[in-house]
Every structure is written in structure tokens, then in C-alpha cells.
Nanobody, 121 residues
């Protein structure tokens, strides 16, 4: 069983920064695409940013210019640097991965357990 393990959420002041981290629990899996989504109560989970194994990135409009997604393949990790945080960034942030087991072609979708980010005005 492979898991995505997140860390780095918490409480932040408006205008400050937080960095989220996520690692793939088993090294035999590679993240073909890794990313972050977020969800607030009563709303659908929404894309924040994704990054491919070739480091092509996609950002939600709300994240452009403030958030940066990156990955460190040697550590099987993905990061989300969030700068200039706003109260509307308050949400549970979920790590997302399309994971491929070494030697295989088929990918599987996995989600982390979620980490709360709360931005105070």
C-alpha cells in the first residue's frame, strides 16, 4: 500500500508564507504527476497546482504569482511554497499523485490525508 504523507500546514497571518511538503511512502513508486488540491466546507475540491515528472507545471489562477510547486525526485517529494497568503487560501490542502510502480505502465491515483491551512486576516 502506498501513501502520500503531507506536512507543513498550520496557522498563518495574511501576507505571510507557508510551505507544504508531501512524500510518497514507498520508493518503488514514481509520481508521474504530483500536485496539490484544496477544499473548503461545502465546496468541491479544486486544483491548486500540479507538476509532471518532466517538471511541467499547471497553476490555478488563484495560485499564479504567489504559489510555487516543485518536486525533488530523489526524495520522492513535492512541495508547495505559498507566499503572500490571503484569508481566502484557508482550506484543507490535499496532496495528489498519479503514481506508477517501477517497471509498470499503469498509474494509480492517490490522495494524501489533507493538511489544514488557516490564514488569519
Amino acid at each position: 500500500q502506498v501513501r502520500l504523507v503531507e506536512s507543513g500546514g498550520g496557522l498563518a497571518q495574511s501576507g505571510s508564507s507557508l510551505r507544504l511538503s508531501c512524500t510518497i511512502s514507498r520508493s518503488i513508486f514514481i509520481g508521474k504527476i504530483l500536485g496539490w488540491y484544496r477544499q473548503t466546507p461545502g465546496k468541491q475540491r479544486e486544483l491548486v497546482a500540479t507538476i509532471s515528472v518532466g517538471e511541467n507545471t499547471v497553476y490555478a489562477d488563484s495560485a499564479k504569482g504567489r504559489f510555487t510547486i516543485s518536486r525533488e525526485n530523489a526524495k520522492n517529494a513535492v512541495y508547495l511554497q505559498m507566499n503572500n497568503l490571503k484569508p481566502e487560501d484557508t482550506a484543507v490542502y490535499f496532496c495528489y499523485g498519479e503514481l506508477v510502480r517501477a517497471g509498470e505502465i499503469r498509474s494509480k491515483t492517490s490522495w494524501g490525508q489533507g493538511t489544514q491551512v488557516t490564514v488569519l486576516p
